[in-house]
T-cell receptor
Framework: DAKTTQPTSMDCAEGRAANLPCNHS???????VYWYRQIHSQGPQYIIH???NNETNEMASLIITEDRKSSTLILPHATLRDTAVYYC????????????FGGGTRLMVKP | DGGITQSPKYLFRKEGQNVTLSCEQN?????MYWYRQDPGQGLRLIYY???????QKGDIAEGYSVSREKKESFPLTVTSAQKNPTAFYLC?????????????FGNGTRLTVT
């Protein structure tokens, strides 16, 4: 799986959009970008994934650059409950569902 | 509701004892996984199983064993051979091998060995 680089930590004001960046400059054409988050002492929660098109679901939006070397997870209206560690992962389709999690970004949503 | 249940949430053992962590899913998923997480770090894959009665080693399988006798169950045994067993253990499942299906995680078991 391609390596990803994320900032160690970020702050966001409650009610504002949280934009979490991820660099994956060595991504291959058949690798998907996944986002998970982990709230302290709980299991990671799946958020969203995409290949090359932008994606949106009830939790977030995923914006992937045209060259696919980076992506941004957007939480449109962050709440205090969105405080968590966010992991960006790239994975090859049909390579099994093993995931390698890096250090992630610790997002702190403040009142 | 469907999901993954890990039990117990906290587990304490003496050094030299084997201990088994439970993982049950009612999502009808084929594939199941065990990860280990150490403080401030990401997840590392211990074992995975794509189908009943079959499993494969992950990146850090030494000192661990698993079984997959039923589709819904994938218990992990931490043996006395595991040199640093104290950690947060996470079980996950996915619909099938490959494809783009995401992993669903349980809420983990925190094992402390003294």
């Amino acid at each position: 799986d391609a390596k990803t680089t994320q900032p160690t930590s970020m702050d966001c004001a409650e009610g504002r959009a949280a934009n979490l960046p991820c660099n994956h400059s060595t991504i291959s054409g058949n690798e998907y970008v996944y986002w998970y988050r982990q709230i302290h002492s709980q299991g990671p929660q799946y958020i969203i994934h995409g290949l090359k098109n932008n994606e949106t679901n009830e939790m977030a939006s995923l914006i992937i650059t045209e060259d696919r070397k980076s992506s941004t997870l957007i939480l449109p209206h962050a709440t205090l409950r969105d405080t968590a560690v966010y992991y960006c992962i790239v994975r090859v389709r049909n390579a099994g569902n093993m995931l390698t999690f890096g250090g992630g970004t610790r997002l702190m949503v403040k009142p | 509701d469907g999901g993954i249940t890990q039990s117990p949430k906290y587990l304490f053992r003496k050094e030299g004892q084997n201990v088994t962590l439970s993982c049950e899913q009612n999502l009808n998923h084929d594939a199941m996984y065990w990860y280990r997480q150490d403080p401030g770090q990401g997840l590392r894959l211990i074992y995975y199983s794509q189908i009943v009665n079959d499993f494969q080693k992950g990146d850090i399988a030494e000192g661990y064993s698993v079984s997959r006798e039923k589709k819904e169950s994938f218990p992990l045994t931490v043996t006395s051979a595991q040199k640093n067993p104290t950690a947060f253990y996470l079980c996950a499942s996915s619909i099938k091998r490959g494809g783009a299906s995401p992993l669903h995680f349980g809420n983990g078991t925190r094992l402390t060995v003294t």
